[in-house]
Structure formats: structure tokens, C-alpha cells
């Protein structure tokens, strides 16, 4: 394993994608982000997406010079359209429009058209809770799983956030996919050429395996069976049928250099509590409802071990794998010192 400063790992992730032909801001807000995940332990969402986002950039699967923009709009609701560029400037426009529509509104959506795969979902949130508003992030991906029943992927894994700010107190930060586990925990097995559990996935023909590539080739199994395949529904009608995206079986896969510009969709919901039984009572109920939880020593907050995990790393930096550090300073072609 390699220790990176995290400044130098965005450094080198910022320039990989330039070079691969992302204009300015889009290679530094998803530098930023692919950082942030490494250094919350989301490994899967992090350096190892660097690859992919290179390929895509230079196959044409994603625009480097697109400029996020607000396409559609009323008081607390808008529709931009992200170009077709990595997903992170027009996630963030997103998230800044939700914002400022709730401080006048109470409450604020944004939704995303013509996207790409925009990393950790409650990475986008941050802003919301730094401005005392609840978040809700909810986005598509290409098919990996199966309507409920079925026996070919339609949905993706489309995953969901939210967060509920505190005062004095990291905010409670809820994020998962809908599929058993995160698709990019798959693709981190197969790049290190090693099984997964059973129960997580099946293989083109249906059946379960523990095969990485096999899977990725396959489908995701849905969190909690039929609940998670109807959640897996709500979120793709939320992200597709009001944006105009495409639907995850419309998009290929993530995991292969060629194919289509995804055109995924994503939203954004913000909420003042001050609109509603307000901001004094809001933080009063969540603390009583957190001092309950904690009436039990083994009960662990939500978000509260990437808090940590993202605190040590800004101090002591990130390990990365060997090869996986060789491959980002091959694509950012760097002579930075690998030991820094």
C-alpha cells in the first residue's frame, strides 16, 4: 500500500482527468469527490473510478466540456441538464438551486438530466447540512438488477442519501444502494481477482456466484428482496419519468471503456425545517431520538466512521494499493514523490 496526502491524491486525480479532457471546474469538483471517498474508506467510489472516468472521457461516453446548466424552472423546483459531463458540476448546481430555493421556499428541488455516475450520494449533501437543511439524494444507474420476478437486469443499484444536520454535532449522513451491497464493491473484487459472498449477485444465466467478473457480467440482487426491487422502481421513476433521462437498461454498463453516454438522472430535495414545526423543535427531536439510540452503548450514528475515517486522513493521508497508485500517477503523468 502506498500513503497518499490527501491533497496530493486530488492533485493527481485532478490532472488525470484533464489530461483525459475534462475542462477545469468538472476535473477539479470530481477530483474533489473521488478524494473525499477514498479518504471515507468508500474505496469503490474513489481513485479505483479514475480508470473509468479516463476511458469515458477520452471514448466519448462522457463530455469533459460540458457546462452544467439550469434548462427548466419554477419557485422551488428546477431541471438542469448536465451536458452529458461527469455528474459532479451539475450535482453540485443541483444541490447549490435546491438550496437557495428552500431558504425562500422552504423547500427545494433540483433534478439532473443527461448525467453520468456521480460517486457517493451523500457526498453531495454536505452543503445541505452545512446550511442547517435536511437532504435527500436519490440517483439511477445502468441496469443491474431485475424487477421483482424478472429474470434480465432493468434497474440499477440506484442509490439513495439523506441527511439531518445537528447543532455542535456531525449531522446523521444515511447512504446505500439498493442492490445487497455497492456494484463498485464487485468491481474492486474483480480487480483483485477475488470472490464474493454468495448472495450478492447472479450470473448471466441467474444463478448465484461468487465470481467478481461473473457478476459484474450478471446482476445485483436487491437489498432486502422485494422491498428493495420496489424501492429500486420509486427511485428510477424519481430520476427518470421528471428529468427525461434514461432508464437504467437504456444505459451501458459503467464497467466497460466503449458504449453510450449514459444519460442517467438524479435529484436533490431540500428541506427547511424552520418552514415547518421549526428549526428550535427540529433539533430538539433529533437529539431526544439520538440520546434514545444511544440508550444502547452498541448503537453506531449513521455516518459517524466516515466522519472519522475522513478526520484521520486529512492529518495522515489515504493508503492506496500499490498498482492502483501506479496506474494514477501512469495517468496523470507525474513524477510526484509516491512516498509524500
Given at each position: 500500500m502506498t500513503t497518499v496526502a490527501l491533497k496530493q491524491l486530488e492533485s493527481l486525480i485532478e490532472n488525470a482527468l484533464l489530461r483525459a479532457g475534462a475542462g477545469a471546474t468538472m476535473a477539479a469538483l470530481t477530483a474533489r469527490a473521488l478524494a473525499a471517498a477514498d479518504a471515507q474508506g468508500l474505496t469503490s467510489h474513489g481513485v479505483a473510478r479514475v480508470s473509468q472516468y479516463v476511458a469515458h472521457l477520452k471514448n466519448g461516453r462522457a463530455s469533459g466540456q460540458a457546462v452544467a446548466r439550469v434548462v427548466r424552472e419554477k419557485p422551488a423546483a428546477c431541471l438542469i441538464d448536465a451536458e452529458n459531463g461527469l455528474a459532479f458540476p451539475a450535482c453540485s448546481l443541483a444541490v447549490k438551486e435546491a438550496i437557495d430555493r428552500a431558504r425562500t421556499q422552504g423547500i427545494g428541488f433540483a433534478a439532473v438530466t443527461n448525467?453520468?455516475?456521480?460517486?457517493?450520494?451523500?457526498?453531495?449533501?454536505?452543503?445541505?447540512?452545512?446550511?442547517?437543511?435536511?437532504?435527500?439524494?436519490?440517483?439511477?444507474?445502468?441496469?443491474?438488477?431485475?424487477?421483482?420476478?424478472?429474470?434480465?437486469?432493468?434497474?440499477?443499484?440506484?442509490?439513495?442519501?439523506?441527511?439531518?444536520?445537528?447543532?455542535?454535532?456531525?449531522?446523521?449522513?444515511?447512504?446505500?444502494s439498493l442492490s445487497e451491497v455497492a456494484r463498485g464493491k464487485v468491481m474492486i473484487a474483480a480487480q483483485q481477482g477475488k470472490p464474493i459472498p454468495l448472495g450478492w449477485a447472479l450470473d448471466r444465466a441467474g444463478k448465484p456466484t461468487t465470481d467478481a467478473n461473473a457478476a459484474l457480467d450478471g446482476m445485483m440482487l436487491p437489498a432486502g428482496g422485494v422491498k428493495g426491487a420496489m424501492l429500486a422502481l420509486m427511485v428510477e421513476l424519481l430520476c427518470t419519468t421528471l428529468t427525461g433521462a434514461h432508464f437504467?437498461?437504456?444505459?451501458?454498463?459503467?464497467?466497460?471503456?466503449a458504449g453510450n453516454q449514459p444519460r442517467l438522472g438524479q435529484a436533490f430535495l431540500v428541506i427547511d425545517p424552520a418552514a415547518l414545526a421549526g428549526a428550535e423543535v427540529y433539533h430538539s427531536r433529533?437529539?431526544?431520538?439520538?440520546e434514545s439510540m444511544h440508550a444502547d452503548p452498541d448503537v453506531r450514528l449513521p455516518g459517524e466512521r466516515r466522519a472519522k475515517l475522513a478526520q484521520r486522513a486529512s492529518t495522515d493521508g489515504v493508503e492506496i494499493p500499490d498498482a492502483l497508485f501506479a496506474r494514477l500517477l501512469e495517468l496523470a503523468e507525474s513524477d510526484q514523490d509516491q512516498s509524500e
Open positions: 448525467s453520468h455516475h456521480f460517486g457517493v450520494a451523500g457526498y453531495h449533501l454536505v452543503a445541505a447540512a452545512e446550511q442547517s437543511m435536511v437532504g435527500l439524494a436519490f440517483s439511477n444507474s445502468p441496469a443491474a438488477m431485475p424487477a421483482w420476478g424478472g429474470s434480465r437486469a432493468l434497474f440499477g443499484t440506484n442509490p439513495i442519501a439523506a441527511v439531518f444536520p445537528r447543532n455542535g454535532a456531525l449531522p446523521l449522513a444515511i447512504d446505500l437504467g437498461y437504456e444505459a451501458d454498463s459503467f464497467f466497460v471503456d433529533v437529539e431526544v431520538l439520538i
